[in-house]
């Protein structure tokens, strides 16, 4: 099975660039992005990957496997990263995914981040793949 997932960006606000992060089973968490290194919209594969950040503890991850969500085949960009973090320049690229958000800043990202390892490491377990459509708002 395939499971589709998806960013919705809304309208930058300065150099932060927030949205909603649908994991299509109600209750969607917020993202947020650095306007300047957003990532090119389209459809990426989603795995959970050794992030070498986490290993070293320069990142947060909850579980001590370090493993973290990954956006594969990025045109141009290597270790794209869902990760936690509450203002833009907590990234250097990376999306950022947390339960809330204010005008630039996003509150609650362990919990949603958690959240979504577990969704990804219940369709691993299943044997689904996990796809991540990255779009602006109409």
């Known amino acids: ?53 986490a290993t070293a503890g320069t990142l947060w991850c909850p579980y001590p496997d370090h493993r973290l969500p990954e956006l594969l085949q990025v045109p141009g960009r290597t270790a794209i990263r869902l990760h936690s973090g509450n203002v833009s320049t907590d990234s250097s690229g990376c999306i950022l995914v947390a339960a809330d958000h204010s005008q630039t800043e996003i509150e609650h990202s362990r919990p949603a981040l958690a959240r979504i390892i577990n969704e990804l490491q219940q369709a691993e377990a299943q044997g689904d793949d996990v796809w991540l459509t990255v779009r602006s708002q109409a």
């Open 1 to 53: 099975m395939t499971r589709e997932w998806s960013v919705t960006r809304l309208p930058p606000n300065g150099q932060a660039v927030l949205g909603v992060f649908d994991l299509n089973m109600g209750l969607p968490c917020a993202s947020l992005e650095r306007l300047a290194v957003m990532i090119p919209e389209g459809r990426y594969r989603l795995e959970l990957t050794v992030s070498g950040r």
